[in-house]
């Protein structure tokens, strides 16, 4: 899959990061993992915390799928309001979603704290406001459910987001939890202090096939080689619904914005992360070097050529809904970039087994929520393969039947 265009700004900002060799020996494992993004940078890494030394492979350099392309906000917030989650996986589940999401943030500044090179990472509320008039009643039942199950969130009025964010809006929920990191840097700070350790890291290796026996798996590489695993981490992005025998996932079109620098501290309240009811929705956030993040203006299609050809058109549009919002505010882009990303049925990732392919788990994160759902995966994955029982194994499996279809 062509899964992003050439020029995302974290890619830029921090080049090819650390360099690891491509594959040119046989070799056995305990646990293999396709996929040196976020995802499988963060499998990899809970495992060696787990006492397992994974073998983690990538047919691109590391973290250059869809990782690279991130804009790496962190939010419990699902694509799918609660309200709506609960009408399709029932209220205990969707409420645990939502506490795990939550949880998720902060176990990833936990994990930002432990590594050596000090990956970037900052709280900040979460700031949704209502698109449309429409949206205000929903908006309130949100709010009260939310408040049921013990979030910290405050429903504003017309005059609050005035005062807090200086423009008008119906409502708005400003949530206590959010976070940012650079999934990008994050990804190889992850797999160089696991190689510093004993996980082994590929790129540049392509996994061609995949052959299964009652002792684990075998897969065979683009170069020729084989490597023998007692289980297999399928954490390949949106390229692993070639692994699957259902579709579950819809593929979109993203477009990002990147201002130049813009020498001020705080943006808006406490430079939350803000998003809207509107779907597709657009959302910004400040950056660690004083520039503004937007994006949005999503297409419903997985067309690269289409994608990239509309990213001029789509980062003038980006441009004016921020200036409609923040007109004092002298955004200029500095760099634009357009990626694919998908969603499930019910917003919900993956993260479990299917009886086609034994010792395989598959770590799908996917919906704008991708790297807390990664790191979910990553708990669950590596307490299982541990040996060790994970309450949530369950949750996010491959019976639930809002997911199978799209
Ligand atoms: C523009 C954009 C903005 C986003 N913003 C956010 C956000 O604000 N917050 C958020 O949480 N999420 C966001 N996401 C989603 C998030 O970035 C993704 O969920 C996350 O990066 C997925 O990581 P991954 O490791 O699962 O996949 P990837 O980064 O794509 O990594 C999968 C890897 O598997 C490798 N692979 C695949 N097949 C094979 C094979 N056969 N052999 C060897 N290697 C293979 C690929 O080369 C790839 O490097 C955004 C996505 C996009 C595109």
Same mark, same amino acid.
């Given at each position: 899959?062509?899964?992003?265009?050439?020029?995302?700004?974290?890619?830029?900002?921090?080049? &090819?990061?650390?360099?690891?060799?491509?594959?040119?020996?046989?070799?056995?494992?305990?646990?293999?993992?396709?996929?040196?993004?976020?995802?499988?940078?963060?499998?990899?890494?809970?495992?060696?915390?787990?006492?397992?030394?994974?073998?983690?492979?990538?047919?691109?350099?590391?973290?250059?799928?869809?990782?690279?392309?991130?804009?790496?906000?962190?939010?419990?917030?699902?694509?799918?309001?609660?309200?709506?989650?609960?009408?399709?996986?029932?209220?205990?589940?969707?409420?645990?979603?939502?506490?795990?999401?939550?949880?998720?943030?902060?176990?990833?500044?936990?994990?930002?704290?432990?590594?050596?090179?000090?990956?970037?990472?900052?709280?900040?509320?979460?700031?949704?406001?209502?698109?449309?008039?429409?949206?205000?009643?929903?908006?309130?039942r949100e709010y009260?459910?939310?408040?049921?199950?013990?979030?910290?969130?405050?429903?504003?009025?017309?005059?609050?987001?005035?005062?807090?964010?200086?423009?008008?809006?119906?409502?708005?929920?400003?949530?206590a939890d959010g976070g940012?990191?650079?999934?990008?840097?994050?990804?190889?700070?992850?797999?160089?202090?696991?190689?510093?350790?004993?996980?082994?890291?590929?790129?540049?290796?392509?996994?061609?096939?995949?052959?299964?026996?009652?002792?684990?798996?075998?897969?065979?590489?683009?170069?020729?080689?084989?490597?023998?695993?007692?289980?297999?981490?399928?954490?390949?992005?949106?390229?692993?619904?070639?692994?699957?025998?259902?579709?579950?996932?819809?593929?979109?079109?993203?477009?990002?914005?990147?201002?130049?620098?813009?020498?001020?501290?705080?943006?808006?309240?406490?430079?939350? &992360?803000?998003?809207?009811?509107?779907?597709?929705?657009?959302?910004?956030?400040?950056?660690?070097?004083?520039?503004?993040?937007?994006?949005?203006?999503?297409?419903?299609?997985?067309?690269?050529?289409?994608?990239?050809?509309?990213?001029?058109?789509?980062?003038?549009?980006?441009?004016?809904?921020?200036?409609?919002?923040?007109?004092?505010?002298?955004?200029?882009?500095?760099?634009?970039?357009?990626?694919?990303?998908?969603?499930?049925?019910?917003?919900?990732?993956?993260?479990?087994?299917?009886?086609?392919?034994?010792?395989?788990?598959?770590?799908?994160?996917?919906?704008?929520?991708?790297?807390?759902?990664?790191?979910?995966?990553?708990?669950?994955?590596?307490?299982?393969?541990?040996?060790?029982?994970?309450?949530?194994?369950?949750?996010?499996?491959?019976?639930?039947?809002?997911?199978?279809?799209?």
């Open positions: 899959m062509h899964l992003r265009s050439d020029k995302p700004y974290s890619l830029l900002r921090h080049g &090819l990061g650390h360099v690891y060799p491509s594959l040119r020996k046989d070799l056995k494992a305990e646990v293999v993992i396709i996929g040196a993004g976020i995802t499988g940078a963060l499998v990899g890494w809970h495992l060696l915390q787990k006492g397992i030394q994974a073998v983690v492979i990538d047919r691109r350099h590391a973290g250059m799928g869809s990782t690279a392309a991130s804009t790496s906000l962190l939010q419990y917030e699902i694509d799918t309001p609660l309200n709506e989650l609960i009408k399709l996986v029932g209220e205990k589940n969707a409420v645990l979603s939502y506490l795990l999401c939550r949880q998720a943030i902060y176990d990833l500044h936990e994990i930002c704290k432990q590594i050596p090179s000090k990956p970037f990472f900052n709280l900040h509320p979460s700031f949704q406001f209502a698109s449309y008039n429409n949206d205000v009643r929903k908006m309130e009260l459910l939310r408040k049921r199950a013990g979030f910290n969130l405050q429903l504003l009025s017309v005059d609050d987001i005035s005062r807090l964010f200086g423009f008008k809006k119906p409502a708005g929920l400003l949530s940012l990191v650079d999934a990008y840097q994050l990804t190889h700070a992850l797999l160089k202090h696991g190689q510093d350790k004993a996980m082994l890291v590929y790129d540049n290796t392509e996994v061609t096939s995949i052959g299964y026996d009652t002792k684990g798996v075998t897969l065979q590489t683009d170069w020729g080689y084989k490597i023998e695993a007692k289980e297999l981490v399928i954490a390949c992005g949106y390229e692993s619904q070639t692994y699957l025998p259902k579709k579950i996932e819809k593929l979109h079109s993203t477009y990002s914005i990147i201002s130049e620098p813009l020498f001020i501290n705080e943006f808006w309240h406490q430079n939350a &992360l803000i998003w809207e009811t509107a779907n597709p929705y657009l959302y910004m956030r400040a950056s660690a070097d004083h520039r503004i993040v937007v994006g949005g203006k999503d297409d419903p299609f997985y067309n690269p050529a289409r994608r990239d050809a509309n990213l001029p058109r789509k980062m003038k549009l980006l441009e004016q809904s921020f200036g409609r919002l923040f007109p004092h505010i002298p955004f200029r882009t500095d760099f634009a970039w357009a990626g694919t990303f998908a969603s499930t049925r019910d917003g919900l990732p993956y993260i479990g087994t299917i009886p086609e392919r034994p010792h395989t788990w598959f770590a799908l994160g996917f919906g704008g929520n991708g790297i807390t759902f990664s790191l979910i995966a990553a708990q669950i994955i590596s307490d299982v393969l541990s040996g060790k029982k994970n309450a949530n194994s369950r949750l996010f499996d491959f019976s639930r039947t809002a997911g199978t279809k799209v």
